[in-house]
């Protein structure tokens, strides 16, 4: 059993040591054969004494190694910190250790304190409004989702077969990597993405030959409405992000938008509950890192049925 202690440090200076080593492109600039600081901070315009002690910091948890000539190469976990690595965590890296993750975060007090968002408190307005005029902070948050999507999209395909669906639509999807991954084992099935404009501008996983003829990209804010007909909703990531009346909602727009031959609508959120104590599993709810917000969805799972909402 961990001690508290263990959880609390030095966990915030791994994160940070993490996304700059990322956000420099050490990962990157290391080749094969090992090199010294100089080198490396030379390429990535760094001060050398700094990116020393960082580089030397990580090397305690196993991420970079340093030999007897004081030269750093690379171990198992800095690979993944690569961008070419097919299991590359950088742009997570990138995205937890930013500006937009992190001063909300270290304002959680005041968010616990108040009930209020953390980002909107700080920054005057949600984060998701902030990215259309800050398309920096989009963009690396984008890239964190899609990568996530990724990742998880082999699970996903060996849990559940979506070739039985016609048209599948995608609530919040972001640039579509979840979506081309289904339809593309999924031949007969047609998809939609919906998400924000400066969102599904980036969908180029969707502009892939086996798929691009079979899926819509339309954008919008599921707040107001969601695209009609399709006889399969997803939402992977999105409910979680939001109050109980917001996700109600929200799924209230995909009960009304379904095609009325479909029964049910089912959103499967994070469980509240966590028996398997392990880093991994640690959330607050399903808060937004981004939004540090105040209260959550309380229920671990989403049921929309006919029932449940009007379809006027």
Same mark, same amino acid.
């Given at each position: 059993?961990?001690?508290?202690?263990?959880?609390?440090?030095?966990?915030?200076?791994?994160?940070?040591?993490?996304?700059?080593?990322?956000?420099?492109?050490?990962?990157?600039? *290391?080749?094969? @054969?090992?090199?010294?600081?100089?080198?490396?901070?030379?390429?990535?315009?760094?001060?050398?004494?700094?990116?020393?002690?960082?580089?030397?910091?990580?090397?305690?948890?196993?991420?970079?190694?340093?030999?007897?000539?004081?030269?750093?190469? !690379?171990?198992?976990?800095?690979?993944?910190?690569?961008?070419? !690595?097919?299991?590359?965590?950088?742009?997570?890296?990138?995205?937890?250790?930013?500006?937009?993750?992190?001063?909300?975060?270290?304002?959680?007090?005041?968010?616990?304190?108040?009930?209020?968002?953390?980002?909107?408190? *700080?920054?005057? @307005?949600?984060?998701?409004?902030?990215?259309?005029?800050?398309?920096?902070?989009?963009?690396?948050?984008?890239?964190?989702?899609?990568?996530?999507?990724?990742?998880?999209?082999?699970? *996903?395909?060996?849990?559940?077969?979506?070739?039985?669906?016609?048209?599948?639509?995608?609530?919040?999807?972001?640039?579509?990597?979840?979506?081309?991954?289904?339809?593309?084992?999924?031949?007969?099935?047609?998809?939609?993405?919906?998400? *924000?404009?400066?969102?599904?501008?980036?969908? @180029?996983?969707?502009?892939?030959?086996?798929?691009?003829?079979?899926?819509?990209?339309?954008?919008?804010?599921?707040?107001?409405?969601?695209?009609?007909?399709?006889?399969?909703?997803?939402?992977?990531?999105?409910? !979680?992000?939001?109050?109980?009346?917001?996700?109600?909602?929200?799924?209230?727009?995909?009960?009304?938008?379904?095609?009325?031959?479909?029964?049910?609508?089912?959103?499967?959120?994070?469980?509240?509950?966590?028996?398997?104590?392990?880093?991994?599993?640690?959330?607050?709810?399903?808060?937004?890192?981004? @939004?540090?917000?105040?209260?959550?969805?309380?229920?671990?799972?989403?049921?929309?049925?006919?029932?449940?909402?009007?379809?006027?």
């Amino acid at each position: 059993m961990p001690r508290v202690l263990d959880l609390i440090w030095p966990g915030p200076f791994v994160v940070q040591s993490v996304h700059v080593v990322a956000r420099l492109g050490i990962a990157d600039l *290391l080749g094969p @054969e090992p090199q010294t600081v100089d080198e490396l901070a030379e390429a990535a315009e760094a001060d050398a004494p700094s990116l020393k002690r960082v580089l030397r910091a990580l090397t305690t948890l196993g991420v970079f190694s340093e030999d007897a000539d004081g030269r750093f190469r !690379h171990t198992e976990l800095s690979q993944t910190l690569r961008a070419d !690595h097919p299991a590359s965590v950088r742009a997570w890296a990138l995205m937890l250790g930013a500006h937009f993750v992190w001063r909300p975060a270290g304002d959680l007090y005041e968010s616990v304190r108040t009930g209020t968002p953390g980002f909107r408190r *700080l920054d005057g @307005e949600r984060f998701f409004e902030w990215t259309k005029t800050h398309p920096e902070d989009g963009a690396i948050f984008n890239a964190a989702m899609t990568s996530g999507s990724v990742q998880r999209l082999p699970a *996903l395909l060996a849990a559940y077969d979506f070739s039985h669906f016609e048209r599948i639509v995608d609530v919040g999807g972001g640039q579509g990597a979840l979506l081309a991954g289904i339809l593309g084992v999924s031949p007969k099935t047609r998809g939609v993405l919906y998400d *924000l404009p400066n969102v599904v501008a980036g969908a @180029e996983a969707l502009r892939a030959p086996d798929v691009a003829d079979r899926c819509e990209v339309i954008a919008g804010n599921f707040f107001e409405s969601v695209p009609t007909n399709g006889d399969a909703y997803i939402l992977s990531r999105v409910i !979680h992000d939001w109050d109980d009346a917001t996700a109600q909602k929200i799924l209230g727009n995909c009960r009304r938008a379904i095609r009325s031959d479909v029964g049910s609508c089912l959103s499967k959120a994070s469980p509240s509950r966590r028996t398997n104590r392990t880093p991994t599993n640690f959330s607050m709810c399903g808060s937004s890192a981004a @939004e540090a917000s105040g209260p959550k969805p309380n229920t671990g799972r989403y049921c929309v049925t006919a029932d449940s909402y009007s379809s006027e």
